[in-house]
């Protein structure tokens, strides 16, 4: 009887051991596996332009499409493509998302920028005010032009002015950053504005029938880029490799989940969704390299070249030295459509 006790007693005391320690080896095996998957992680700092431009990249980190191809995506928010471009040309960070005009400034300061693809383009646009008396291109002479130099803006509205049969010395350049063009209009600052979304349509909301919008659709269209050093590339091919795929897999999930992708990036760059969703169409989110990148591309350095915007002695870069198609290539071939730089 007692022996039996003993017995039974010794079994529970043995068992009553064994579980913790099973526990202990599960836990000590899930950590050193959940370590070992953190380790295989690549890191890598992306500078991003915070606005609905950077869609893609938004949607890549939100939906963790960056981290199911292995990578540990840490992003940057800047309030520019240029500001984001000097942070990775500086070594602050990897990988930029940016516009063509810092790209051509880069090119033409001969900065080893490599090119990945083109993630987005969008119409830039215009809008005047009633009271200016401006209807259509042939009425904007002498009137006072709110733009943001040195960036697609500017490039917009030398082709708007061209269009128009006037130079720059016909009207009155106000430099402005896009946020404060509305102010301008309403204070009589400016008559017009050039810039792109959302300026135009935050713009159109706030003045309301104190403005009108022109058809300028197809006059310019800006494109929003991803851009690295050819050291960074050179080095991290497969890392870039995974970027790209993981760019790709969110475009996709985009365009399959426009709902939930506005909600996403509203959010994530603070704009109102009901403000977001009326313009959303106007984005053409798409990685690719094609005709139209090198276009737009040659477009903004023609005018650094015409306008004196570029260092002495500059000239039309060699985009084929810029952009770099193996890399895109090498995940989805048929999105590489260049016939020529």
Known sequence: MNTRLINHEGTLMKTSLTRPLICIAALTLFSVSAFSSAEEMQKVKLAQNLSPISGVTIIAKNKNFFEKAGLDVQVVN?????????????????IATTAEAPVTAAAMAKQPIAFIARMEYSDLKTL??????????????????GM????????????????????????????????????????????????????????????GTQVRQLETKGVYAETFNIVTTQTYLKSN???????????IDAEKWMKDNPEEAITIVAKTVGMNRDDLAPIWSEYNFKVVLDDMTVSVLKAHAAWRLESGNAPTGAVMPDFSKVIFPDLLKGVAADRVTIKSY
């Not at 010395?169 to 896009?178: C, E």
């Open 148 to 207: 943001t130099v040195g960036t697609g803006g500017e490039v917009y509205t030398m082709a708007l002015l061209e269009r128009a049969g006037l130079t720059k010395k016909d009207v009155s350049i106000v430099s402005l950053r896009p946020q404060d063009m509305a102010a301008g209009i309403s204070a009589n600052g400016i008559d017009m504005m050039n810039t792109w979304e959302p300026y135009i349509s935050t713009a159109k909301k706030a003045l």
């Open 128 to 145: 005047a005010s009633v009271s200016s008396g401006i209807r259509t291109l042939s009425d904007i002479k002498g009137k006072r032009i």
């Open 78 to 94: 800047f309030t520019s493509g240029k500001q984001a471009l000097e942070a990775t040309l500086g070594g602050g960070t990897d």
């Open 237 to 247: 091919r497969e890392l870039m490799t995974k970027f790209v795929k993981a760019m």
